[in-house]
């Protein structure tokens, strides 16, 4: 059965999907070139001008929370830790009332220092991204050799009490597909939780390669060498990462499968990118502009109804298995992965 359009309170779409989690793209620049994601050069990135200030996200984040059911907030980019007002956007998000919980994408470089600002602010959590833990690789892999401070910023994001420190890994065929048994027993020794993400085509390059993509069964008969996994048995709701308990748990391990085992319906998920952009979809090829309009004077419930209408519009599925797939024309560094 379909749903109808709201015209007051919530984002649902016409699938009867309801978006409560909102991902903030806060910069489309980095201080890392991952492979799958960036050239090495960088990009064109956004002008000055184009990017939402502090206020304006500050604004349309409250817009989410207090007019159209969002409960969870998450900031992402880009790199988020070099946006300079950072610290001062998640203390405003966080005395919002109701209070979402508010969680953080990050490469981790720089996270030690900023941490215990972070946490004072009112951020809840951390999700931190590592691919390997082989030094030289990492300088391979993200064309930068900042390893030592990705792993001191995971720590300090743990001292600071930002838990569960959750860590993204991508596997590349050829590159570090044999590292899921290390990758997991260094987070089972530091007691953070592993969630493996497919590699989807969403890179600036437009390289992505289905049968290159190590996929969610190759990832868990690598790790089951080594560990016995079981079915979580907690319920799994609209979270993207499919988990399994390690070797009796209580630790977990996740795969964000979103290629193999696609799960959209049960997507919950509105974005908004560094410029103003909502998006219903990572894969979206349509967004809907906020930023004209707030600037244009639009009031609160105007924003929230073009915010509605955006989300309504949203399609059932990513079809990235469809013939006629088109990969959006953004890149994910500038959708806010
Ligand atoms: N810079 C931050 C980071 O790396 O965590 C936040 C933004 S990044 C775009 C967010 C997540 O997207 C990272 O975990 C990264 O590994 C992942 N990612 C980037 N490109 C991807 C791709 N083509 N397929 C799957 N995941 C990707
Ligand atoms: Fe930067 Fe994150 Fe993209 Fe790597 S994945 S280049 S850290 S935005």
Same mark, same amino acid.
Not at 100 to 117: E, K, Q, V, W, Y
Not at 140 to 146: A, G, I, V
Not at 283 to 288: G, H, K
């Given at each position: 059965?379909?749903?109808?359009?709201?015209?007051?309170?919530?984002?649902?779409?016409?699938?009867?999907?309801?978006?409560?989690?909102?991902?903030?793209?806060?910069?489309?620049?980095?201080?890392?070139?991952?492979?799958?994601?960036?050239?090495?050069?960088?990009?064109?990135?956004?002008?000055?001008?184009?990017?939402?200030?502090?206020?304006?996200?500050?604004?349309?984040?409250?817009?989410?929370?207090?007019?159209?059911?969002?409960?969870?907030?998450?900031?992402?980019?880009?790199?988020?830790?070099?946006?300079?007002?950072?610290?001062?956007?998640?203390?405003?998000?966080?005395?919002?009332?109701?209070?979402?919980?508010?969680?953080?994408?990050?490469?981790?470089?720089?996270?030690?220092?900023?941490?215990?600002?972070?946490?004072?602010?009112?951020?809840?959590?951390?999700?931190?991204?590592?691919?390997?833990?082989?030094?030289?690789?990492?300088?391979?892999?993200?064309?930068?050799?900042?390893?030592?401070?990705?792993?001191?910023?995971?720590?300090?994001?743990?001292?600071?009490?930002?838990?569960?420190?959750?860590?993204?890994?991508?596997?590349?065929?050829?590159?570090?597909?044999?590292?899921?048994?290390?990758? !997991? *027993?260094? =987070? %089972?020794?530091? #007691?953070?939780?592993?969630?493996?993400?497919?590699?989807?085509?969403?890179? &600036?390059?437009? @390289?992505?390669?289905?049968?290159?993509?190590?996929?969610?069964?190759?990832?868990?008969?690598?790790?089951?060498?080594?560990?016995?996994?079981?079915?979580?048995?907690?319920?799994?709701?609209?979270?993207?990462?499919?988990?399994?308990?390690?070797?009796?748990?209580?630790?977990?391990?996740?795969?964000?499968?979103?290629?193999?085992?696609?799960?959209?319906?049960?997507?919950?998920?509105?974005?908004?990118?560094?410029?103003?952009?909502?998006?219903?979809?990572?894969?979206?090829?349509?967004?809907?502009? !906020? *930023?004209? =309009? %707030?600037?244009? #004077?639009?009031?609160?419930?105007?924003?929230?109804?073009?915010?509605?209408? &955006?989300?309504? @519009?949203?399609?059932?599925?990513?079809?990235?298995?469809?013939?006629?797939?088109?990969?959006?024309?953004?890149?994910?560094?500038?959708?806010?992965?």
């Amino acid at each position: 059965m379909k749903a109808a359009q709201s015209s007051d309170g919530i984002l649902v779409d016409r699938y009867g999907r309801v978006a409560r989690d909102l991902r903030v793209s806060l910069t489309d620049k980095c201080n890392l070139r991952c492979t799958y994601c960036m050239p090495a050069e960088g990009l064109p990135w956004l002008a000055g001008p184009e990017l939402l200030t502090d206020d304006e996200i500050v604004r349309l984040v409250r817009v989410a929370v207090q007019r159209l059911g969002v409960t969870e907030v998450r900031f992402t980019g880009g790199e988020p830790l070099i946006r300079p007002g950072l610290v001062g956007i998640v203390a405003a998000v966080a005395a919002l009332d109701p209070r979402p919980r508010i969680s953080l994408t990050t490469n981790g470089i720089g996270l030690d220092r900023l941490a215990p600002a972070l946490r004072a602010a009112g951020l809840d959590r951390v999700n931190v991204s590592l691919d390997t833990l082989d030094a030289a690789r990492f300088t391979e892999l993200t064309r930068r050799p900042r390893l030592d401070a990705v792993l001191a910023g995971m720590a300090g994001a743990a001292a600071a009490g930002l838990t569960p420190v959750k860590i993204n890994s991508v596997l590349m065929r050829g590159v570090n597909d044999d590292e899921a048994p290390a990758l !997991l *027993r260094f =987070a %089972l020794a530091h #007691g953070y939780e592993l969630r493996f993400i497919e590699q989807m085509p969403l890179d &600036a390059q437009h @390289g992505w390669d289905r049968a290159a993509m190590v996929t969610a069964d190759e990832i868990l008969a690598s790790l089951r060498r080594e560990f016995d996994l079981r079915t979580d048995p907690a319920e799994r709701g609209s979270a993207p990462a499919e988990t399994w308990l390690v070797d009796g748990g209580p630790a977990r391990v996740g795969v964000i499968a979103s290629v193999t085992r696609p799960f959209c319906g049960d997507c919950d998920r509105t974005r908004l990118t560094a410029d103003g952009q909502v998006r219903a979809c990572l894969f979206a090829t349509e967004e809907s502009d !906020l *930023r004209g =309009a %707030l600037r244009a #004077g639009a009031d609160d419930e105007d924003l929230a109804d073009r915010w509605r209408r &955006a989300m309504w @519009g949203k399609r059932a599925g990513h079809g990235i298995d469809d013939p006629t797939f088109l990969q959006p024309a953004r890149p994910m560094s500038a959708i806010g992965g």
